[in-house]
Every structure is written in structure tokens, then in C-alpha cells.
């Protein structure tokens, strides 16, 4: 399974998503340190071309290709682009994605949107690209950041957490279809990181107020999916606390877990871009 991945003999280009901060930048750097060609994408061009100057230090080539993946239109010409640039896609990270906290009625039509677009058909959309080529070829990888979340709905993020389920069996499927292709799969299941994505979803807070052993880091997250990725493990949970709260979540019981969970909940009662009086008035209630 190892030759799948960059090695000095078979070097490779992977195309990153979410490339501009997080797991998303420690995976582009996690793969360029490997020998690996990379294209980082996101929207953020600058934060992309700051990295790609960075990473082509390490004598591998990296470009940015700023692209707003929510848009179709964009995503349609990413195959192109790269070709443009002499480089062929043998590993596809789909690292890019967006949450929002809050009871359902206080998040606002276009976060609960973008949650859809971004984390769940873009990554469909991009793997529709990109991996028939590597079927063809007869090699590939695909590495997928799902979340622990993927194993348990989640009173207070549920549009995010359905949206990481989703790429979770999307991603396990493809796993099996891929398989005797020579095309390994692989779902990558973070706990908590603290990187943009816990300030932007509103939860900064929340992390802040968690204590230092309970949280993965993004460079050791990144390191830990690409493993997996190279010996096409199915799913991996990189730390033992969130491995157990997963295995957890796929045996206990939904109905005792989701009671436990809405009146226990972590997360913050009403989207934060939401005053109080508007949640009020979109139906958010306090739990009884
Ligand atoms: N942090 C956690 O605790 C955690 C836990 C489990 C799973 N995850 C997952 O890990 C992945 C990476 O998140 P992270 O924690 O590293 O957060 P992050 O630092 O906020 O990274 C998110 C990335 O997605 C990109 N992005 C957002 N909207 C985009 C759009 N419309 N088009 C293109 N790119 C877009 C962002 O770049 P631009 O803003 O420049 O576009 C950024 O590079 C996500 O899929 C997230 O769901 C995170």
C-alpha cells in the first residue's frame, strides 16, 4: 500500500484542500516534507501563497489555486488548472470544511447552507474529478477529514455533524468500490483541534475552557491520517480518547446518548451571530 503514497522512486502530486490554516495546511506540509508535489486550495490566496513559498523550500513543487469550493462553476475548472500546471492529482485531500453551533432555528439559512455545500457535495463533487483518473491509472489516494462527530448526531451542530455522517459513509463506500482498484481511501475522524475552524463555528470559548489533554493537534492529526492513508486503513480516529468516544457512539444506544447530550451539551445554545432576543424569536428554548 506504501507505494500509493510519494516515495523517492514515485513521487506524487496531492491537491489539498483547505490548504490555508489547520489540518488542511499540516497535511500539505505533512506531504511535502514526504517528497510530494502539492496544490493547496482554498480561498484565501494569500495565507496559500505564503505556504506554497514555504513548501517549495523543501524542493518539492507547490502552487496555489485559490477557489472558493462552494461554487461549482470554480470547481468545475480545478482539473484543468492543474493540468496547466504539468501536474497530474495521485492523492486528493479533502481537508475543507466549515461548521456552525447552535440550536438549528438560530442558524441562518445560508451557514446551514455552506455547512451542505462546502463539507459534503464539494467533496463528492471534487472526488467525482479527481479519482477516475487514479481508477484508470491503477493507483490513487483519497484522504477525507471526516470528524468524531461522523459517529453521533449532535443537538447544537447538527446540520455539521449530518454532514460529516454523511462523508463518512460516503467515504467508507468508496473505500471498498476503490479497493481493487489500487486506490486507497481513507476517513480521518479528529477529535477536538484547536485551529480557526472552533473560532469560526463559534465555539472558541468552549475550547478554551478545555483542558490541554483533550484536545489533538493539527500537525499530529495530519501525520496520523497520512499513515493511514498509506497502508488504506478504512477509518482512522487518531487518539485513543476520541478512538473510545467513537467506539462508544457506534455501540451505545442513540436515544440514551442524544437525551445525555442535548442536556449535557457543549455547545453554545444559539448560533453566535444570533442575539438573544433573535433566538428567541427563530424558537430557540432553554432545555428542560
Ligand atoms: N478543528 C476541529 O476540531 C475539527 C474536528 C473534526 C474535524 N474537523 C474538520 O477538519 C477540517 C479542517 O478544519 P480545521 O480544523 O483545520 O479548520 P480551519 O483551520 O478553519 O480550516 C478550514 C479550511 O477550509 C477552507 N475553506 C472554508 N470555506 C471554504 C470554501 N468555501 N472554499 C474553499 N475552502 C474553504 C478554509 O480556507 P479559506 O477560509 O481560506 O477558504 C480553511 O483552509 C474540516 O473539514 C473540519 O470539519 C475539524
Given at each position: ?15 489539498v ?11 500539505a ?26 513548501l ?30 504539468g ?19 438560530t ?58 455522517a454523511a ?14 482498484h489500487?486506490?486507497a ?35 499530529r ?44 451539551s ?19 428554548l432553554?432545555?428542560?
Open positions: 500500500m506504501t507505494r500509493r503514497l510519494p516515495t523517492a522512486t514515485h513521487p506524487s502530486t496531492a491537491l484542500t483547505g490548504a490555508s490554516s489547520g489540518i488542511g495546511a499540516e497535511l506540509a505533512a506531504l511535502a516534507a514526504r517528497g510530494c508535489d502539492v496544490v493547496l486550495v482554498a480561498r484565501r490566496r494569500d495565507r496559500l501563497d505564503a505556504l506554497a513559498r514555504r517549495s523550500g523543501l524542493g518539492v513543487r507547490a502552487h496555489a489555486l485559490p477557489c472558493d469550493l462552494t461554487d461549482e462553476a470554480a470547481r468545475r475548472e480545478l482539473p484543468a488548472a492543474v493540468a496547466d500546471l501536474l497530474e492529482v495521485s492523492i486528493l485531500c479533502n481537508g475543507a470544511g466549515v461548521g456552525a453551533a447552535g440550536d438549528f432555528v442558524v441562518p439559512e445560508e451557514h446551514r447552507t455552506a455547512v451542505l455545500r462546502l463539507n459534503v457535495e464539494a467533496t463528492v463533487d471534487l472526488c467525482g474529478r479527481f479519482v477516475p483518473p487514479m481508477v484508470r491509472r491503477g493507483s490513487g489516494a483519497v484522504l477525507t477529514v471526516c470528524s468524531l462527530l461522523s459517529f453521533l448526531p449532535m443537538p447544537r451542530m447538527a446540520t455539521y455533524a449530518a454532514s460529516k462523508l463518512l459513509s460516503f467515504t467508507e463506500a468508496l473505500h471498498a468500490e476503490l479497493r481493487p489500487g486506490v481511501v481513507t476517513a480521518l475522524c479528529p477529535g477536538t483541534v484547536p485551529t480557526e475552524f472552533m473560532d469560526l463555528a463559534g465555539l472558541g470559548p468552549q475550547v478554551g475552557r478545555m483542558p490541554a489533554w483533550a484536545l489533538d493537534d493539527a500537525r492529526v495530519a501525520e496520523r491520517g497520512l499513515d493511514a492513508l498509506a497502508r488504506n486503513r478504512r477509518v482512522v480516529v487518531p487518539s485513543a480518547l476520541y478512538r473510545a468516544s467513537a467506539a462508544s457512539a457506534r455501540v451505545l444506544p442513540h436515544a440514551a446518548l442524544l437525551g445525555l447530550l442535548r442536556r449535557g457543549p455547545f453554545p445554545a444559539r448560533w453566535p451571530g444570533a442575539t438573544a432576543a433573535e433566538a428567541r424569536d427563530a424558537g430557540a432553554p432545555v428542560p
